[in-house]
């Protein structure tokens, strides 16, 4: 990412040939060896940071004008602290692994005094550049300001084959590589499943394998995010692929398995660290589930119900998790009766867009949890909402 970036955007493009330090990490322009004075009008280096925001691979406009700072607070040479650019905002962890000290505010303004942006990346590092390595150079004129190199570019593990500048704009990297990693199944990618998939696929995690059998089919592109286009639906490819072209186009590690789970295929999970099941048929969970938590691999099961009284409907929504040691839950809240002939409503017909979405979203958001993205006090294994009510039930008060 970041040598493309540079190479297509002038103003990074500038401060690479002029020198300067820099390399990118998850959404941020990282600006190092940043020579200052610190209280004691000793010569130190530290780290300017900012979001960047790209477009067709070019960096756009900085969309602000705060930079973060990774070092003590930088002083002029007469001892006293450089208050031009003070900002209360405290320091946190920015990045895995980064954590910056201040938020610095510098903005400049035109000739007639008045608040303008930065026209450019350029401009905006070396505004910063020049205030906190001013009075540094004025004592240490040898200090070294500019490297005769560019900073070694970190190797690039992400997933997605462009930036991901939501998640560094709200400044959450750190919370979100929480999942970082993770090999991700899903059984099932008709109506839940597929809004699963939408969902994780904007996480970090490394792969997402995919498992089913069926071919997308019309009634597929009623209950799925997106739009399949007639053609889409025309072709008769299976699920799996259909789901593996149009992600693929935004992330790696999408993998298709063009399968209906058996127990003789069980083995294709082992590698997996979380599952999320998203099927109809019944007959086999009871010999999932055994395998998954023999195998010490979490899961996620989920389900809607759907049935008609009189011009309505009553709807609801479930989410069970398990793992190895919390389980035993799972016959009280999941049916795993052997599969019949005949079809309920649910199986027919009674399946849509927004009640499979909400599945979908609970259960990620059950699944972040876990791992501790989302605070997760009361530990609930299971959750269902009722949509009648509007109301979310969790483990013993689930009705």
């Keep these: 990412m970041s040598r493309e970036l540079i190479a297509r955007s002038p ?82 962890t920015l990045l895995t692994g980064f954590t910056v000290d201040f938020l610095f505010s510098a903005r400049p303004v035109d000739r007639d005094g008045t608040f303008i942006d930065y026209p450019n990346f350029y401009e905006k590092v070396k505004t910063y550049i020049g205030i906190i390595s001013g009075p540094a150079l004025q004592l240490y004129p040898d200090a070294v300001l500019k490297s005769e ?25 750190a919370i979100s590589d929480k999942v970082k990693g993770q090999k991700i199944g899903i059984i099932g990618v008709g109506g839940t ?22 071919p997308f089919a019309q009634h597929n592109a009623f209950r799925s995010p997106g739009a399949a286009s007639e053609a889409d639906i025309d072709a008769k490819c299976k699920k799996v692929a259909y789901f593996q072209r149009i992600y693929s186009k935004m992330r790696r590690g999408v993998i298709a398995h063009e399968v209906r789970l058996t127990a003789a295929q069980f083995p294709l999970l082992d590698a997996l660290t979380f599952v999320f099941i998203a099927i109809d048929k019944t007959g086999i969970k009871r010999e999932l589930f055994d ?36 389980h035993s839950h799972m016959p009280e809240h999941v049916s795993m009766e052997p599969d019949k002939d005949e079809q309920d409503d649910y199986g027919t017909n009674i399946q ?48």
């Design 11 to 92: 103003d990074l493009a500038r401060l690479q040939e002029e020198g300067y330090e820099i390399r990118f990490r998850e959404g941020f322009l990282l600006t190092s060896s940043v020579p200052y004075l610190d209280c004691q009008l000793k010569l130190r280096y530290g780290t300017l940071a900012c979001e960047v925001t790209a477009e067709k691979g070019v960096a756009v406009r900085p969309a602000a004008h705060p930079m973060w700072w990774q070092g003590t607070y930088p002083f002029q040479t007469d001892g006293v602290a450089i208050m031009a650019i003070q900002n209360p905002t405290q320091g946190k």
């Design 352 to 399: 849509i867009a927004e009640l499979n979405a909400l599945n979908a979203a609970v259960a990620v958001i059950h699944w972040k949890r876990k791992y501790g993205v989302y605070d997760n006090t009361d530990k609930s294994m299971h959750i269902q909402v009722a949509i009648e009510q509007i109301k979310i039930y969790t483990d013993e008060d689930a009705p």
């Design 291 to 326: 395998y998954l938590v023999t195998h010490n691999i979490p899961f996620i099961d989920v389900g809607i119900g759907v049935t008609r009284r009189e011009d309505t409907l009553l709807a609801t929504a479930r989410v069970t998790a398990a793992d190895a040691q919390r």
């Design 149 to 173: 190199r560019v900073f070694a570019e970190e190797e690039d593990d992400s997933p997605f084959l462009y930036p991901d500048t939501n998640t560094s704009r709200a400044e959450i990297n």
């Design 193 to 214: 499943g597929s809004y699963i998939l939408d969902l994780v696929s904007k996480c970090l995690v490394a792969e997402i394998h995919l498992f089913d059998a069926d």
